[in-house]
């Protein structure tokens, strides 16, 4: 069976080490030596940062400088003098895009700097290439390589270090659990006092892959009682190995798709998962939802029926919320509201960089293992023959060359063309 790594920013040790040997050696051998750019991030709400100070020298010996735009770090409360200890230059924006090779992101650039980037320079960062894949064709044409985390082959083990969907999920189940608590009225833990006996909190986790067993652990050490239920059958050793109880639906079978997700259910599986799902909803004081199936609409799990059917004073957290809906009928994403009957709904919207310098610190050596991958003789060496690379390299000399997002983008141009609208 396929080991599921929960941190998922662990190093590989053997290989990475022999690799990095390698690297550097070749790195001194031409002299040549890349210049790779960590800019500040600019979408609403955005406080984590590419690189943290402490991949500077790991990045180094492989023939790779870095520079940091001025203030990249604040959200994280990373200083320039941080940076610039470890051996960083600082510079402004205009600089980076002007001189550097390689540009680190976390999310999208916005429109602004895409106008800036030129041809020969690349960007890496979660870029989300299938959720817009028009972004990657605009800077394909730009001459610019694109290069996204989201892409990569999750179950290679040796890719794992640089899952940033894992690590940034893992934050993101960690703080969903914080928010919970914190719009809850009670206490999480079972606590005897003086005044008085408070029974624990009951919260169920509903999709239990990364965030939601990071979800689990976090409220049963705060002292919940916690189940689980996800409809991949193997998630329920990993639930009960978390000290939690697995919820088993008899009215709906396993849905184990394809690379180990799940696979979008029919009409008919969808409602009987409601309908059964309503009874052990309406027994708990908080839920949180993770559950997603890539490249579609969120499932919803919590209907109106089921919010209906809570106490007073109980609280779901939306992880799913998103512009194309959530697991919970009324989230949305980055709004919290209180129903008729007294629930809070909160629709988390990016709460990974809600704990910004956690998921840096993640994210940078997610970030750094895949650039040190992908770097030979101190300059990116593009190879799509390699199964990391074919996942994560969306457009190279000029063309998209990820075949899925490709296959959008010809999906589009076809709709186009029966249509006679581009729309
Ligand atoms: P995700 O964020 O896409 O989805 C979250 C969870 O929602 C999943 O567990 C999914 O099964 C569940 N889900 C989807 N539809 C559902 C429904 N209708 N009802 C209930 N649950 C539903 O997933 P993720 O957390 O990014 O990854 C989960 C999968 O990826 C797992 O199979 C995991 O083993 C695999 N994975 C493997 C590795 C690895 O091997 N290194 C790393 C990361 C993830």
Redesign the pocket.
Known sequence: M????HD?YGQNPAETRTASRERKKRGMETGRRMKAAVVKETSPGERRVALVPDAVARLQPAGIDVLVESGAGDGAWLSDAAYADAGASIVSAAEIYRTADVILTVTRPQPEAVSELRAGQAVIGMLAPLADPEFAAALADRGVTVISLDGLP??LSRA?PM?A??SQ?NVAGYKAVLVAAGEFGRFFPLLITAAGTARPAKVLV???????LQAIGTARRLGAVVSG????PT?KDEVTSLGATFVELTSVGS?AGEG???RE?TAEERQA?QEELTGHIARQDVVIT?????GRKP?L?VTEDAVKAMAPGSVIVDMAASAFGGNVTGSVPGETSVTGNGVTIVGAENLAATVPTAASNAYSRNISALLLHLTSDGALAIDTSDQIQAGVVIAHDGRVVHQGVAGLLQRVEGDAGVDGTAD
Request: net charge neutral.
């Open positions: 396929m080991e599921l790594r998922g999750r179950t794992q899952d969907l894992t999920s509903l999709g239990t892959g990364v965030a939601g239920y996800d409809i991949r998630s849905a180990g997700y799940a259910l998962q993770t559950a997603q199936v890539p499932p799990l």
